[in-house]
């Protein structure tokens, strides 16, 4: 079946730290893949999305690249900001019927001036 | 604005009282979607409709009932809550019929005495 595995929070970083956070994927053919940030109090928003393997997603300085061969879709930022302090959910929708979003688990990222 | 809207934000109740959390949207989407979110879990579908008069389960149905009689409401429907149903709960729409991506509301935070 479908699913998205992210690695475990949380993840503490000082400000201007570099990020990455891992998420791969299990899916059959080429599902579209999402970050989304929930911040504290606030439902899920979109942050990026890629929709076939090489894309790159990008926003507000978050960047995620489609690897199929590793089946990943990593999210990385250059420079955290306290801001940027919230919770990513990894997700997918699989490319036939689009029933459901698949989420990760989330993880917090904590940014400390 | 586009918006999902849900209500109430927040709630206590008790064991065995039927609430109804309300959802609604003003984008004219077809498409519409209930989760629950819960540590270390996720988000998980609850219910999902196509369209009006047309629904489903999704992955964790038991316990709840849905319904749509308009195309902007989807209201998500306790008959006898229980603890096991305590949780944040999400209503969404779908943003883009291609790729899956969906627009959220901000979340109803219940919790079951």
């Known amino acids: 079946g479908n699913s998205v595995t992210q690695m475990e929070g949380p993840v503490t970083l000082s400000e201007e730290a570099f990020l990455t956070i891992n998420c791969t994927y299990t899916a059959t053919g080429y599902p579209s893949l999402f970050w989304y940030v929930q911040y504290p109090g606030e439902g899920l928003q979109l942050l990026l999305k890629a929709t076939k393997a090489d894309d790159k997603g990008s926003n507000k300085g978050f960047e995620a690249t489609y690897r199929k061969e590793t089946t990943s879709f990593h999210l990385e930022k250059g420079s955290v900001q306290v801001s940027d302090s919230a919770v990513y959910f990894c997700a997918l929708s699989p490319p036939t019927g689009f029933q459901k979003l698949v989420f990760g688990t989330g993880t917090r990222l904590l940014v400390s001036p | 604005e586009a918006q999902v809207t849900q209500n109430p934000r927040y709630l206590i109740t008790v064991t065995g009282k039927k609430l109804t959390v309300t959802c609604s949207q003003n984008?004219?989407?077809?498409?519409m979607s209930w989760y629950r979110q819960d540590p270390g879990l996720g988000l998980r579908q609850i219910y999902y409709?196509?369209?009006?008069?047309?629904?489903d389960k999704g992955d964790v149905p038991e316990g709840y009932k849905v319904s749509r009689k308009e195309k902007r409401n989807f209201p998500l429907i306790l008959e006898s809550p229980s603890p096991n149903q305590t949780s944040l709960y999400f209503c969404?729409?779908?943003?883009?019929?291609?790729?899956?991506?969906?627009?959220f509301g901000e979340g109803s935070r219940l919790t079951v005495l």
């Open positions: 969404a729409s779908r943003w883009d019929r291609v790729t899956g991506e969906l627009f």
């Open positions: 984008m004219n989407h077809e498409y």
């Open positions: 409709s196509m369209n009006v008069e047309v629904t």
